[in-house]
């Protein structure tokens, strides 16, 4: 079955290149409304330029519908205005890609604060501050799709970007508390991981490898994941055509009786406690005081 995205209005964050023009450039293609959001900036978030409209312009050309907003993220007053104006447009917004970032990357001996509390500002709180600006919207409406980007970086670490992994298994987090806050309301809310050849990543990836890695390879995920039949509260990794699925789990742990409740206990008990036999993947915060009270009803 075709996934169509007729009469649905969708926001992308950072689109005036890379990952996010090729989320709105697929999904004007399969017949959303897209608000081509890009304030512009260089890779480390300074400066301006007209990305947005150059978007816009293929959309239209196209034959779609976008468009340019050149909005800040980090400002929750502009992404508001953003919404109004799709809204008083369009209808609506049904879908929303939070993409927008930047990097600023340093070993954590170098890194300065300021650089922290940008990157942190621009992907967490830039993406908090977007989905605030349609969450009432898409309650209303009983019916909305969010994306949140994360990265391998936020799920399994990488040198030089402390700053960056934060922010990004920051934005997993979130999603794992608005897919329960959105379920009674139709909003399923998803994360993506994706390895794509951008200007983001031109000086990391050999030329063959920056082709094999294009963004054109990590749309079908994206696009899936906030299409109608979406799943919610999945984490997915998408780069060169091969899509994952990676999951935060939990061991069945070990109960230690009052003597060995000790620093020393707990490294006696060490394999025991790691062991992944039997690891469930729990769907909400609770599930983790549930199994260490089904351990305690059972000794």
Request: proline residues 3%; negative net charge; hydrophobic residues 45%.
């Amino acid at each position: 079955m075709t996934i169509s995205f007729e009469n649905r209005v969708a926001i992308v964050t950072g689109a005036g290149g890379g990952l996010g023009r090729a989320y709105a450039l697929e999904l004007a293609r399969r017949g959303a409304k897209v608000v081509v959001n890009d304030l512009g900036g260089a890779r480390d978030g300074t400066g301006h330029s007209d990305a947005a409209l150059s978007v816009v312009e293929e959309i239209r050309a196209a034959g779609g519908t976008a468009m340019a907003n050149g909005g800040s993220v980090t400002e929750y007053e502009q992404m508001v205005e953003m919404v109004a104006k799709a809204k008083e447009a369009w209808g609506g917004v049904h879908i929303l890609i939070n993409n927008a970032g930047i990097l600023r990357d340093k070993s954590f001996a170098k890194m300065e604060p300021a650089d922290f509390d940008l990157v942190v500002k621009v992907h967490l709180l830039g993406s908090a501050n977007c989905t605030k600006a349609v969450w009432d919207l898409m309650r209303e409406q009983a019916y909305g799709r969010i994306l949140m980007t994360a990265s391998s970086t936020g799920l399994y670490g990488n040198f030089g970007q402390a700053n960056y992994g934060a922010a990004k298994l920051g934005l997993a987090g979130l999603t794992k508390t608005l897919y329960l806050e959105g379920a009674k309301y139709n909003i399923r809310v998803n994360t993506l991981a994706p390895v794509a050849g951008t200007r983001m990543t031109e000086d990391i990836f050999p030329a063959e490898a920056f082709a094999a890695f294009s963004p054109e390879n990590v749309a079908p995920a994206a696009l899936f994941l906030v299409s109608e039949d979406a799943p919610t509260n999945a984490i997915v990794g998408a780069g060169a055509g091969v899509y994952q699925a990676a999951y935060v789990t939990m061991t069945q742990g070990a109960l230690l009786p009052p003597a060995e409740r000790t620093p020393e206990g707990v490294a006696a008990a060490w394999s025991r406690i790691t062991d992944r036999t039997g690891e469930t993947v729990p769907q909400s915060g609770a599930e983790q005081a549930m199994l260490i009270l089904s351990k305690l009803q059972a000794k």
